[in-house]
């Protein structure tokens, strides 16, 4: 090896580790942060739950995770399907994913009409969209309740024009959790999708239209394969935190509606039995990560697909 070439190995090497020592404070941040405390919930999870909250350390059973599932009698300590906890669950990923099928409805017109704005105007209406991050979730979601209620906008407008004559029962249900989620989270789908539209060559939409296809046609053999990233991405960060919501679901659906983020928050406060919680938890986060393995195999057969 020459001296030219040792010179810029070791100089390679110390640039190397001067970008590890610039990571590790934030690398140290998030491992403090995410993973220590994720690591305290899969402890938790297997642990015997104290007699007034908290765990007994050190003392391990599988009794989280069976709850999760299955529950046991109190009298004849028979074992039976976990009815309440499965339906929450199925509401949760349900809503969760009707959410983002809605977001998308709704989002993706909205991207693509400020895509073709012309280009001093599209900043204006991304200013538009991204008003709803200035203020509260809590804020919004009072918003919402203050629409739908039966003494709200909704129900007065309807018995003002005489459409109804009693209001109509939104609140406390999963169309409220359902109307709330959407609005709080439709921006989230815009954005991802405005950013792939944006780069899209509208070229080949007039290409197509000048093949004379219809424009349902346009829409599907064209624009959607081509804004796929952008959908797949807008529906990931709709998906996953709809899917642990906590402050929509606990005002707009009240006891009876709750999803897995009131679940999970129950068991840790009036429940007082943290095992569950944090297998609950550990569950929601499996959840997610499957919901990413999904986005990351999907992006990366577009990529692949592009390339090709």
Known sequence: MSNAEAVAKKFRERDIFGRWLLSFPALFVI??????????????????KGDYGDVKYWQFSGDGWFSVFFQRDIFDDTVSVADAHLLILWRSIRLAAMTTV???????PTAYFIATRPEGKRELWLFLITIPFWTNILIRTFAIQETIRNEGVFNTVLMKLGIISSPIQIMFTDTAV???????YLPL???????SLEKLDFRLVEAGYDLYAPRLQVLWR??????????IAGSILVFIPAIGAYVTPRVLGGGKNMMLGNLIELQFGQGRNWPLGAALSITLMIIVTV????????ASKSGAGHGH
Do not use: D, E, H
């Not at 789908?189 to 950013?195: F, G, I, N, Q, R």
């Not at 919901?291 to 999907?298: D, G, I």
């Open 178 to 184: 359902l109307l709330g989620m959407v609005y709080v």
């Open 31 to 48: 491992f403090i942060a995410a993973v220590g405390p994720l690591f305290v919930m899969l402890l938790y999870s297997f642990m015997v």
């Open 291 to 298: 919901a990413l393995l999904f986005y990351v195999r999907n």
């Open 222 to 231: 064209i624009i959607l394969p081509l804004t796929k990233p952008g959908i």
């Open 102 to 108: 809605l977001t998308l409805f709704f989002g993706f």
């Open 189 to 195: 789908m815009v954005l991802p999708v405005y950013a």
